[in-house]
Each structure stands twice: as C-alpha cells, then as structure tokens.
C-alpha cells in the first residue's frame, strides 16, 4: 500500500482513504519507535468500536502500546498472521503489517486525519 493513498492520526495510526471497510495499521514512524513487535492482540470480528477506542495491543521488546480507532464503526477482519508473525508490522507496516479492517459507521472524524504530506511535516515540527 502507498502512504500517499492513507490518512493519519496523531497517534501515527493510518487508515486507508475513501474505503469502508478500510484497513489500519500503524505508521513506519511508529513501528520504528516501537522496535522488535513481539505479540499482537487482535480484537474479534464483529467488534463494534467508537472513535478513539483501542483496537489493538502491540507488545514490543521496548513497550506495549495500543493502537486506537481513527473512526467508529464494526471491525470486519484481522490480520490473523500476526499472532504467529508480528514481525511482519515493523517489515511492512504499509502492506502485510495491517491490522484491522473497519466498516466506518460515521466517516466525519476522517476529516480531522492528515495527508501524507501533512503527517511527513508533522514528524518533523514533533521531532524539533
């Protein structure tokens, strides 16, 4: 998946733009600062979440963090590979490394979300 085609929070969560059910998964930012991601803990389909909710639980050898809902919906799949190969978030956290899909029930909190190119600037104003 090509960054340019997501949208992301300020919590380096991404979310794929104009789609429902939409994938999520967690920036190349993110996955850096985080490290080695040892476990997953992956949410049940079927799972009704409100914006802001945590989805996901990602354990690392650095820190566990969760991942939280960048829009309210049903999740519909997991990237049930990751319970035997988390790895795969920080090889390709844009591709194999996703790891919810969404069905987005109100998709106004994607407003709020930034481009790319917005996220890009962002890193580097949080960075001084």
């Known amino acids: 998946m090509n960054p340019e085609d997501l949208l992301f929070t300020k919590d380096h969560e991404w979310i794929e733009s104009g789609k429902s059910p939409a994938r999520i998964g967690i920036s190349d930012y993110a996955q850096k600062e985080l490290t080695d991601i040892v476990y997953v803990e992956l949410p049940e389909p079927g799972t009704e979440v409100e914006k802001g909710a ?43 490394g996703w790891l919810v899909e969404l069905e987005i029930s109100d998709s106004a909190p994607l407003d709020e979300l930034m481009d790319y190119a917005a996220y890009e600037k962002y890193l580097k104003e949080e960075e001084v």
């Open 54 to 96: 945590s989805l996901v639980t990602l354990e690392s050898v650095k820190a566990t963090s969760d991942v939280y809902a960048p829009a309210p919906g049903k999740i519909t799949a997991v990237n049930s590979d990751l319970e035997d190969n988390p790895q795969k978030i920080n090889e390709s956290p844009y591709g194999e």
